[in-house]
């Protein structure tokens, strides 16, 4: 049982913010992805340098909701990514986020929230707007 | 005037040319996310609502075209793309997708210098579970 609250209109207001976390993208955290994706980190170097690929950014929006929300079975519809820099493996990074709204489409739940990923600095990395269904209609 | 090239690095060069399809991709999707009980990666889960079997991660679908993008644009694509991507159907472990992408707008003042393509990953079963538009800067 979780002892989070449940993802709803009553907790989940725009504005919300969402719990932040830090991560650091090393070889090894990029691995998982890079396997799925058909992809080596070898392609992501330039000058020398392994860059963390986009593609985990668009990841990074499932510790956010999962560890401020209680929801277990939602279902990701969209995202919209915009890169600001491209940063080194290694990089630590801060991603927060905030609720920006939620909605309902023909019976089911939708929630919408900001991904802001940071360096250490400050600086932005890359900023997600995700989507996901979080409660479905009865489809009995 | 001649279309402009991307500078081959890494890995291809692209011709900047409104309808250019990009050389297409074919992944086996993998479920990474399968034992994640009670998600809709959990085949007793998503059965339960009504569907084949758990779904392929979303963000995994749609890494598959920043992978696209990546071969085709290179460094570019990691410091200045964007990716708007919409998950249209369940897309299953089992079988293949492809991952299809056609330039539809070539860098210009008015764009800010970004190439436009419009993308699509495709089931073998001919099923549409993405699409979307990414835009990079080319060098």
Redesign the interface.
């Known amino acids: 049982m979780s002892d989070l609250p449940p993802l709803n209109e009553e907790n989940a207001g725009p504005g919300t913010p969402l719990k932040p976390y830090h991560v650091t993208f090393t070889a090894d955290s990029l691995a998982p992805l890079l396997s799925r994706t058909g992809e080596s980190l070898d392609a992501y170097v330039y000058m020398g340098e392994a860059t963390v690929p986009p593609g985990a950014f668009l990841g990074a929006y499932g510790r956010l909701i999962h560890e401020t929300f209680d929801y277990s079975t939602g279902v990701h519809v969209s995202s919209d990514m915009k890169v600001s820099k491209a940063v080194p493996v290694g990089t630590e990074a801060r991603v927060s986020g905030e609720i920006l709204r939620l909605y309902e489409r023909n019976g089911d739940k939708y929630v919408s929230f900001m991904v802001n990923i940071d360096d250490e600095a400050g600086g932005r990395i890359a900023e997600v707007e995700h989507s996901s269904i979080y409660a479905f209609r009865s489809r009995a | 005037m001649a279309p402009l090239r991307v500078p081959k690095?890494?890995?291809m060069a692209v011709t900047l040319e409104v309808n250019t399809d990009l050389p297409r991709?074919t992944?086996?999707?993998?479920n990474?996310a399968a034992d994640s009980q009670?998600?809709?990666h959990d085949d007793e889960?998503a059965r339960e609502?009504?569907f084949r079997g758990g779904?392929v991660?979303?963000?995994?679908i749609?890494?598959?075209m920043?992978?696209l993008m990546?071969?085709n644009f290179?460094?570019v694509?990691?410091?200045?793309?964007?990716?708007?991507?919409?998950?249209r159907r369940p897309v299953y472990e089992g079988g293949d997708v492809t991952v299809e992408g056609t330039i539809i707008e070539t860098p210009s003042d008015a764009n800010g210098g970004r190439v436009t393509v419009e993308l699509q990953v495709v089931t073998d079963e001919g099923e549409i579970g993405a699409i979307g538009s990414a835009t990079c800067i080319p060098a």
């Open positions: 690095e890494p890995l991709i992944i086996a999707p993998i990474a009670g998600s809709i889960k609502m009504g779904f991660g979303g963000s995994t749609l890494a598959y920043s992978r990546h071969e290179g460094r694509w990691v410091e200045t793309g964007t990716l708007n991507g919409r998950l």
